[in-house]
């Protein structure tokens, strides 16, 4: 065996080889190194430090939210606008640089905090550690260790390298963050199979992870990059975050948009020159700057401008909606995305479960198997057999008692929540005492503990003396064949039968529970405890079985994603039956469905691994990078994938997922910051919540679009029509196309009073049946065919509306000799766009229902809005300061009502027709 300092721990298999012949391989000796030779090592291996990486910086971030077709479009248009025209084109320029400046500044601070998943790596691993230099314990910064050190560890403290084991007495390691085990790892210094997992190499103490209990001896093999967590860093630095279907859709739109925009500008502008050169005689160059104005007015009103804010902020009304249901969303795509989830991929431990082993089920010779209830360490919860409560017999109160008294851990409760301090298993075994009414402090007050043999792999079993009353006697806690063969007979006096006794424990075992037998042995007068007083004659009291068991919560949330057409998929680190029975108890796998592990993951090629994880809802023993395939696959197949998690063995798939939702109260940093939403209570049930809040948040997405569209489009077609057919007019001797409004009233309804509707629709409240339909597809555009036919009907009404009422009122004012004709013909018009708005606004809180359906006050803030636009509208209209800054004039009562009614035609034409799809939805399929 050679030492190469760029292989990994699995590649050099330093897990399956004797310990002396580690310590040859690596040049050293259980003394350590000396302080010169670990100098020397330290140059050539590094730091012992997880790499940070850069990140973007903050230029980058300004220069993506710039970088957008849409933008270089206005950017474009405003840059024209002050070429041609100093006066006028240099406000409408300022106005358009103004709304860009504004888009830019949201969408950088919504990014400025991403993208520290790997920096916070660093905080998992210990800062100092202790070594052995020069034949004498030291205390050294862990970063200065390098393979060949031998370091001591104690409980309470984490592994500060990946550490092949010497020597060790009882050491537990928890390893759940790395690799999603429920409960403590047993270590052993003795080899492990060369083909071993990562969770089943017994005889490594992996850099990041706890020693709950014992104390060991062990040579540094791996530091920095190379432990297990860096290559959980190298992982996510690989990874690519994906764009999701908000940015891609929204993506695509924008460069429609913006070509379609150029090139009917271009054409726009030919024919506008054309037609200026035929009617006025003037020069091309001339015609051609008359006209520019006309694009850049046509630019201005076709691109949706507030289109980037409106989708912010209607996504930030469901962030605060989804902060008040316990989910924290720290980038705001996620919120619309998690509305198009197909398939969950749930982390076990802590997130399907509540991390808090349970006893389930307790069993005697004398009283046969009983059931506990009640989940976690809360003392909720009885003994029943057959759904009824019962009382403990004095054989399940034997059972029970000796799990209080062999026992080294206590319940806590801190800030309202039950805790363990000490091993979660025997956290387990005092919420079981207590369930079956036994106090664990009265029963440790009375019978005080003389002596302990603590728990050794080896041994497989732990054993205290205690005194009750005159009388000794020795109580004995370990695994079930163990215990058997120190076992004289049951409590009845009885043979023990090794085939019933079997029967029970594989039973509890074939569940996914963890089982510890328990007996106890009088000592009359013994005042120490050694092995050979409980090496046979002990009386057997019977088996308790544990299990990490799924959250009541959780199972309901389960149901509900599948009533909601989500495939939920389980992927854990732990054991396949373990992980088998806690998917039947989800209902995520049948009667007799094998999980998929990851051996069976790491055999399998890309293309038949797509097809494996198609027809199994249940993985188990995964390594990190087995789940970032098993995400890869499912994306592959089509699916947009939450991917939830808690450890850091999470955070390479939860960053490669196209939504990543961490745990808030368990989760570690690293896997917080590889999320996009991490839910504040830990509980799955909130996912559930948090994904009817994302179909909620897209539903309010397409009204808003449904909305905005088609005032750009027919504002398009309104200088269409211009450009197109309108006749010259006189303008100071000289002859000008006629425009039936200017640039800055255009964004005048382009931003306040489209920005002053569509924001009450981000509060529109959620339509019935909205978790009773399937996911959209992954693939559905943004802009159905029923919201670009909405959008072409909506805009082409808006069209000739105001089109049709400019033409009359502006011939009508010229004819009778009016002053300022063109000026209130204009005002006319963007009063008739303004009031049909309004009117388009009631029939959008509803794409397909009535607004009589939905509630004409179920969105107060509607009126808020219409009410607020009211306002500045009259102030647009009659105010001396508007009047110079946007040209437009004081209308009368007539004017006013004229442009009202105008409006009002979109209500009953868009009511109409939402009538006619209902009616022809609704209509039977002829058979042929």
């Known amino acids: 065996m050679t030492r190469s300092p760029t292989s990994s721990a699995r590649d050099d298999a330093w897990h399956a080889h004797p310990a002396d012949e580690v ?439 732990m054993a205290t003396l205690h005194a009750e009353g005159a009388e000794r006697v020795v109580y004995l806690k370990g695994a079930p064949e163990t215990v058997l063969g120190l076992c004289a007979g049951d409590g009845s006096g009885r043979a023990i039968d090794p085939e019933e006794f079997h029967r029970r424990v594989h039973a509890l075992a074939a569940r996914g529970m963890r089982v510890l037998a328990f007996a106890r042995r009088a000592l009359p007068g013994a005042e120490r405890l050694g092995e050979g007083d409980v090496a046979a004659g002990l009386t057997f009291l019977g088996l308790q079985g544990m299990i990490d068991p799924p959250r009541p919560e959780a199972i309901e949330a389960v149901r509900r994603c599948h009533r909601a057409g989500i495939v939920v998929k389980m992927i854990t680190g732990d054991h396949a039956a373990t992980a088998e029975a806690i998917g039947r108890e989800l209902h995520l796998a049948g009667t007799g469905a094998r999980a998929l592990t990851g051996h069976d993951v790491e055999r399998l090629s890309d293309k038949r691994l797509t097809g494996a994880v198609a027809g199994c809802n249940v993985f188990a023993r995964v390594a990190p990078e087995h789940k970032l395939r098993l995400v890869q696959a499912l994306q592959r197949d089509g699916h947009v994938v939450a991917m939830t998690g808690d450890g850091v063995n999470d955070a390479p798939a939860l960053k490669q997922a196209d939504i990543g939702v961490a745990m808030g109260v368990t989760g570690t940093s690293v896997c917080k910051e590889a999320a996009e939403i991490v839910l504040a209570d830990d509980n799955f049930e909130t996912i559930s919540a948090a994904v009817e809040e994302g179909r909620h948040v897209h539903d309010n997405l397409v009204k808003c679009l449904a909305f905005v569209l088609p005032t750009n489009l027919g504002l398009a077609l309104v200088l269409t029509a211009a450009v197109l057919l309108f006749p010259f007019h006189e303008v100071d001797g000289a002859r000008e196309l006629l425009l039936p409004m200017r640039p800055t009233q255009l964004l005048w309804i382009n931003l306040v009073t489209t920005v002053a509707l569509s924001l009450p629709l981000a509060f529109e409240a959620r339509e019935p049946g909205i978790m009773a339909r399937p996911p959209r597809r992954p693939d559905a555009p943004v802009l159905s065919a029923f919201v670009v036919y909405r959008t072409v009907l909506a805009a082409a009404l808006l069209t000739i509306g105001a089109v049709g009422l400019f033409l009359w009122e502006y011939r009508g004012a010229v004819d009778a000799g009016g002053e300022a004709a063109l000026a209130r013909a204009q005002t006319m018009a963007v009063t008739t766009c303004v009031m049909f708005q309004v009117f388009y606004l009631l029939n959008c809180r509803s794409l397909r229902s009535s607004v009589l359906a939905i509630g004409l006050w179920s969105n107060p803030l509607i009126y808020v809005g219409i009410a607020a636009l009211a306002v500045l509208q009259a102030l647009f209209v009659y105010a001396p300061f508007m009047q110079g800054l946007f040209g437009s004039a004081s209308l009368s009562a007539r004017d006013v009502a004229v442009s009202v009614v105008t409006g009002l035609v979109i209500l009953p034409a868009i009511s109409a027709e939402k009538w006619w799809r209902r009616r022809m939805s609704r209509r039977p399929v002829r058979a042929r």
């Open 23 to 461: 310590l040859r391989a690596l040049g050293t000796s259980r003394g350590g190194l000396s302080a010169g030779d670990a100098r020397a090592r330290l140059g050539r291996h590094g730091p012992n430090a997880v790499p940070t990486g850069g990140g973007e910086n903050e230029l980058r971030l300004v220069w993506r939210q710039v970088n957008t077709p849409l933008i270089w479009v206005l950017l474009g248009a405003a840059v024209l606008a002050v070429a041609v025209d100093r006066s006028e084109g240099t406000k409408n320029g300022l106005v358009i640089l103004a709304v860009v400046v504004i888009n830019t500044v949201i969408g950088f601070v919504q990014e400025y905090r991403a993208g520290r998943a790997i920096a916070a790596l660093a905080r998992m691993a210990p800062d100092h550690a202790t070594a052995l230099r020069d034949g004498a314990r030291t205390l050294i910064p862990a970063s200065e260790l390098v393979p060949g050190d031998v370091v001591c560890l104690a409980p309470g403290e984490r592994a500060p390298a990946d550490v092949r084991l010497l020597s060790e007495r009882g050491l537990e390691m928890d390893e759940a963050a790395l690799t999603g085990e429920s409960t403590p790892v047993e270590k052993s210094a003795a080899p492990a199979a060369p083909e071993a997992e990562v969770a089943e190499r017994h005889s490594m103490a992996f850099k990041g992870t706890l020693c709950t209990r014992g104390a060991a001896l062990g040579v540094v093999v791996e530091t920095g990059e190379r432990t297990q967590l860096g290559r959980i860093g190298r992982l996510l630095r690989q990874v690519t975050e994906l764009d999701t279907p908000l940015t891609k859709a929204l993506a695509s739109i924008g460069r429609t948009i913006s070509l379609g925009v150029v090139a009917i500008s271009v054409l726009m502008l030919a024919i506008g020159v054309w037609r200026t050169t035929a009617a006025t005689g003037a020069g091309g160059w001339s015609a051609a700057a008359d006209m520019t104005i006309f694009a850049v007015a046509l630019a201005v009103g076709a691109i949706p401008e507030v289109l980037p804010a409106i989708v912010t902020i209607v996504m930030a009304v469901g962030v605060r909606r989804m902060a008040s249901r316990r989910a924290v969303v720290r980038r705001l795509p996620a919120v619309e995305t998690l509305g198009a989830t197909t398939v969950i991929c749930s982390d076990k431990t802590g997130t399907l479960t509540r991390n808090e082993m349970t006893v389930r089920e307790v069993w005697t010779p004398e009283s046969g198997p009983v059931r506990v209830s009640g989940v976690g360490y809360e003392p909720r919860g009885a003994l029943e057999r057959d759904g009824t409560a019962l009382a403990p017999d004095s054989a399940i109160r034997a059972l029970l008692r000796a799990g209080v008294l062999c026992n080294d851990s206590r319940l806590t409760l801190e800030a309202g929540r039950r805790g363990v301090q000490g091993d979660p298993t025997e956290g387990a075994l005092l919420t079981a005492a207590a369930k079956g009414g036994i106090d664990a402090d009265a029963e440790r007050g009375a019978c005080p503990r003389l002596d302990a043999i603590p728990f050794e792999s080896d041994r497989r079993y």
